[in-house]
Nanobody
Framework: VQLQASGGGLVQAGGSLRLSCAASGFAFSMYGMGWFRRAPGKERDFVAGISRSGGGTYYADSVKGRFAVSRDNTKNTVWLQMNSLNPEDTAVYYC???????????????????WGQGTLVTVSS
C-alpha cells in the first residue's frame, strides 16, 4: 500500500498550489479519501474529504471556498486544488484513505486506514 503525495512548495500569499496523491496497492475506488494538514506545533487537522465516487466533497470551514478536492478512480489519484493561500495554510499536507468513509467520522484522523508521507506547503506573506 502506498499513498504518494506531491505538489507542495513555497508560494506567496494569494497564490495557488495543486497537491496530488497517487495511490497503489489497494482498491482505490473502494476508499473515501481525505486531506489533512499539520502546522508547526499543532495537531493534524482535517482539510477536505471526498467520497468513493467523488460525488460527495467536504471541507473544513477554514478552507471552504478556497480549496477543492477531486479524484479520478481510473488514475488512482486524488487532488487538492488550493487557491487564495495565506500564511495560516502553511503545513505539511497528508492524504489518507478510509475504507469506511461515510459511515465513520471523516474529519477524524483515527478513522483512516492508510496515510501518505506528507508534502510541505509554505506560504510566505
Amino acid at each position: 500500500v502506498q499513498l504518494q503525495a506531491s505538489g507542495g512548495g513555497l508560494v506567496q500569499a494569494g497564490g495557488s498550489l495543486r497537491l496530488s496523491c497517487a495511490a497503489s496497492g489497494f482498491a482505490f475506488s473502494m476508499y473515501g479519501m481525505g486531506w489533512f494538514r499539520r502546522a508547526p506545533g499543532k495537531e493534524r487537522d482535517f482539510v477536505a474529504g471526498i467520497s468513493r465516487s467523488g460525488g460527495g466533497t467536504y471541507y473544513a470551514d477554514s478552507v471552504k471556498g478556497r480549496f477543492a478536492v477531486s479524484r479520478d478512480n481510473t488514475k488512482n489519484t486524488v487532488w487538492l486544488q488550493m487557491n487564495s493561500l495565506n500564511p495560516e495554510d502553511t503545513a505539511v499536507y497528508y492524504c489518507a484513505a478510509d475504507r469506511s468513509f461515510g459511515v465513520t467520522n471523516y474529519r477524524s484522523p483515527g478513522q483512516y486506514d492508510y496515510w501518505g508521507q506528507g508534502t510541505l506547503v509554505t506560504v510566505s506573506s
